[in-house]
């Protein structure tokens, strides 16, 4: 599996130094890996099939296409808690809210302009649609993402992608990113799948609202 890993990265065009920071790795600990120095974690095994859409027949046998087709439906989809049957998911307007500070603190009054009925999703809380290609090819402008509303900051879970409020000189930011730890004290580490983006260290105290991505959906128009 570990030699896989490598042509993963290769096609992929990243460099090591890159495919490190999407596990939430080092450097030097991606190249054992690479090596067969050390193994591949069970963690960094499901980043690469969810978040990099890599075949997990091929990932652990060398057997098939080393990546999956893509879905029209659910382009990312966190996996790593239990599936509602059937659920309506409210899908909000950021607009119509004036952010995700006021959404967050006024959902049970704020009207959705819809809602979203698919089956076998986790338990989700809304859904917005993004604007801007930080998280490009992954995510895109115009995608809905599914969303569960965090209210600790210390239930962050390392490495996932996260729907994010962020106060800049007193405006409302809106953003999805992964977060990673910052060598900063006081600080996380705001890291986008588009690697034209820059990483940024952000103050914990200025993030205004979080909330964990859980699924998200393209929908392809045929013309």
């Known amino acids: 599996m570990n030699e896989r890993v490598k042509l993963i990265r290769k096609q992929l065009e990243m460099t090591q130094e890159q495919l490190a920071q999407r596990l939430g790795i080092g450097k ?39 990546f999956n087709a893509e879905p029209d439906l659910t382009a990312y989809m966190h996996r790593t808690d239990n599936s509602l049957p059937l659920q309506s998911v409210p899908l909000y307007s950021i607009e119509g809210t004036a952010g995700l500070v006021p959404l967050f603190a006024e959902q049970a009054q704020t009207k959705p302009v819809n809602f979203i009925h698919i089956p076998n999703l986790p338990k989700c809380d809304g859904a917005i649609y993004i604007v801007g290609d930080s998280m490009y090819p992954l995510l895109k402008s115009g995608d809905i993402v599914l969303y569960k509303q965090l209210r600790d900051l210390n239930d962050i879970f390392w490495g996932d992608m996260y729907l994010l409020s962020i106060d800049i000189d007193g405006e409302e930011y809106v953003t999805v990113k992964y977060i990673q730890k910052s060598e900063r004290e006081g600080y996380v580490k705001l890291v986008s799948q588009n690697p034209h983006h820059a990483d940024k260290d952000v103050a914990v105290d200025r993030i205004r609202a979080i909330a964990l991505v859980k699924a998200s959906i393209r929908m392809n128009s045929i013309r």
Do not use: F, Y
Not at 30 to 51: F, H, P, W, Y
């Open 28 to 66: 030097a600990a991606l190249s054992m890996i690479e090596t067969g120095k050390a193994k591949l974690s069970s963690r960094n095994r499901n980043i690469l099939v969810q978040d990099l859409n890599v075949n997990p027949e091929w990932l652990e046998t060398g057997r098939g296409n080393m």
